[in-house]
């Protein structure tokens, strides 16, 4: 009964574990994918594919929240992010959730690692940083 369910998330699973063989509404059987054109600061994360769906009925639509590690961005909801400083040493991904006549359903896409990322006052800070270690504060 689980095979090929709800790839990404257990989400799928227990829905069908707790509703019996009744509509649920979409099911993920492969994640969502995102890509980037770079992993500085002002680079764009983008989605690639919302993953395939199965189990839908009617019309498909698709909302998205971008996730730094395990916690929901606030306000980036779009298909696209900027990378931000904020982001520096942190993992990225999006959560795709698909809804349709019957129900929804989510899946999370691959992650993208940001590393060490210079930002405006990172300049200013070592040299803050240098002045005080050599001359004192």
Same mark, same amino acid.
């Given at each position: 009964?689980? !095979?090929?369910i @709800?790839?990404?998330? $257990?989400?799928?699973l227990?829905?069908?574990? =707790?509703?019996? &063989? /009744?509509? *649920?509404?979409?099911i993920?059987?492969?994640?969502?994918?995102i890509?980037?054109?770079? !992993?500085g600061? @002002?680079?764009?994360l $983008?989605?690639?594919?919302?993953?395939?769906? =199965?189990n839908? &009925? /009617?019309? *498909?639509?698709?909302?998205?929240?971008?996730?730094?590690?395990?916690?929901?961005?606030?306000?980036?909801?779009?298909?696209?992010y900027?990378?931000?400083?904020?982001?520096?040493?942190?993992?990225?991904?999006?959560? *795709?959730?698909?809804?349709?006549?019957?129900?929804?359903?989510?899946?999370f896409?691959?992650?993208?690692?940001?590393?060490?990322?210079?930002?405006?006052?990172?300049?200013?800070?070592?040299?803050?940083?240098?002045?005080?270690?050599?001359?004192?504060?």
């Open positions: 009964m689980a !095979t090929g @709800g790839i990404g998330t $257990s989400q799928s227990r829905r069908i574990l =707790t509703t019996g &063989t /009744g509509p *649920v509404g979409p993920n059987t492969v994640p969502p994918e890509d980037s054109d770079g !992993t600061v @002002g680079s764009l $983008s989605l690639v594919s919302n993953g395939t769906w =199965t839908t &009925t /009617g019309t *498909v639509t698709y909302t998205y929240q971008w996730y730094r590690g395990s916690t929901p961005i606030v306000g980036e909801t779009n298909d696209t900027a990378i931000q400083v904020a982001d520096s040493n942190k993992n990225l991904k999006l959560k *795709v959730t698909a809804t349709d006549s019957v129900g929804s359903g989510y899946a896409s691959n992650t993208i690692s940001i590393g060490y990322l210079w930002g405006a006052n990172t300049i200013s800070q070592i040299w803050g940083s240098l002045t005080n270690l050599i001359w004192g504060s």
